[in-house]
């Protein structure tokens, strides 16, 4: 195999005005896979570059999180507020195949970018907008992290939290990354249009909208149904065997036998309990289901006299279909991520010997992860550079 096999979007360029993290995700992504990646920053840089700083952690400290979405581009600094940056941005335009942006719809009107109007311009471009609600309604412009716009507009953070407790929360860039991959499908959809009919055009996602497709069967019901059954807490749960569960030594695990009379006699034989299964309250998938709160109490006790390890013999031994709920700490360690190659090795921006680890692309090409990742660019290190080759190109 070639390094080609694993880098399809080589020849491909891209240029990217975008901050932060789902937008950048877009373009790291793209750059993994071969594409040539031109980040356009302002002359104080992207916010994510000073994450830890705008968090108040004054400690000099390599950014893992920037480099994740940031490696393998090329940075070039241009001011669009003056006439010299737009123009050298639209110059740059002309070259590229795909123009990635998160910025709001207000801020991009006001630098002459709109997208339609960008797409009208430059008709072989692939423009991709993504905002937080939205490019059209009252809130187009409402400013949109992941945790608000994917997480709590969606009803994503109410609906996974049992009541009376707290919204769920999740850690930031997990709405953001699910966007990424969202736009990304977009381009790739157009840029296949593209190879027939030669016309790029205009592919639109949001935080909201993603947010709102991650938790759409539970949206397509309450519409359907006009109603939805609470969400429990684990222990009232009528699913025993879609479930969390604690070993004695604290680890927890979940069981993930989603249909009841397959699953069931597994678990009772791998916790030596195989009378359960003559016990009328489990004798059906809806027997079980309304007997849910007891055969959990049941699995609780029984899982909880012996360590995660004797589970996972059992498990092996009684075919019993389950995944471990891991720390970061045990996902370093998984003998299955490493046989993925799941985590990469990543110079960083301003000393050649600052390496951190980042975590490879989902996406593997004809039997090949992703081949090891660029550096991150430091701030504006490839300005001059791409500049000689846009002034070689002036007729």
């Given at each position: 195999m070639t390094d080609l096999a694993a880098q399809p979007l080589r020849g491909v360029r891209v240029v990217e005005l975008a901050q932060w993290v789902a937008g950048p995700a877009v373009g790291g992504l793209m750059a993994d896979w071969g594409a040539d990646v031109i980040k356009v920053e302002a002359p104080t840089g992207d916010p994510q570059r000073a994450l830890f700083q705008s968090t108040g952690i004054t400690k000099p400290l390599p950014n893992p999180p920037f480099a994740q979405d940031n490696r393998g581009k090329r940075s070039v600094v241009l001011d669009l507020r003056s006439e010299d940056g737009r123009e050298r941005l639209d110059e740059l335009l002309i070259t590229a195949d795909v123009f990635v942006t998160n910025l709001r719809p207000g801020a991009l009107e006001r630098l002459d970018l709109?997208?339609?109007?960008?797409?009208?311009?430059?008709?072989?471009?692939?423009?991709?907008?993504?905002?937080?609600y939205g490019s059209v309604g009252p809130e187009r412009d409402t400013p949109g992290y992941d945790i608000g716009a994917y997480l709590a507009r969606s009803g994503i953070a109410r609906r996974y939290s049992p009541d009376p407790e707290p919204p769920l929360f999740i850690r930031s860039g997990v709405g953001d990354h699910a966007t990424a991959l969202a736009t990304l499908t977009g381009i790739l959809a157009k840029l296949y249009e593209r190879s027939g009919t030669g016309q790029g055009g205009l592919v639109e996602t949001s935080l909201f909208q993603t947010g709102m497709y991650t938790a759409s069967w539970d949206l397509s019901l309450q519409r359907t149904?006009?109603?939805?059954?609470?969400?429990?807490?684990?222990?009232?749960?009528?699913?025993?065997?879609?479930n969390s569960y604690a070993a004695s030594d604290g680890q927890w695990f979940f069981l993930i036998g989603l249909e009841t009379m397959r699953h069931l006699p597994s678990v009772c034989h791998a916790i030596g309990q195989p009378d359960l299964l003559n016990d009328e309250d489990f004798a059906s998938a809806a027997a079980a289901r309304d007997n849910g709160p007891r055969l959990?109490?049941?699995?609780?006790?029984?899982?909880?006299?012996?360590?995660?390890?004797y589970w996972r013999q059992r498990f092996s031994e009684h075919d019993v279909w389950w995944a471990p709920c891991q720390t970061m700490e045990q996902v370093m360690?998984?003998?299955?991520?490493?046989?993925?190659?799941?985590?990469?090795?990543?110079?960083?921006?301003d000393d050649p010997r600052e390496a951190m680890h980042t975590v490879a692309s989902p996406v593997w090409f004809d039997r090949q992860g992703a081949p090891p990742p660029r550096p991150v660019p430091a701030l504006g290190q490839h300005t001059e550079e791409v500049l000689r080759e846009l002034d070689k190109l002036d007729p």
């Open positions: 709109d997208p339609s109007d960008v797409v009208k311009r430059f008709p072989e471009l692939i423009v991709a907008a993504q905002t937080g149904f006009g109603k939805l059954a609470p969400t429990p807490h684990r222990t009232e749960s009528d699913g025993a065997l879609v959990v109490a049941i699995l609780s006790e029984a899982f909880g006299r012996e360590p995660l390890a360690d998984d003998p299955q991520a490493a046989a993925l190659g799941s985590f990469h090795r990543t110079l960083g921006p």
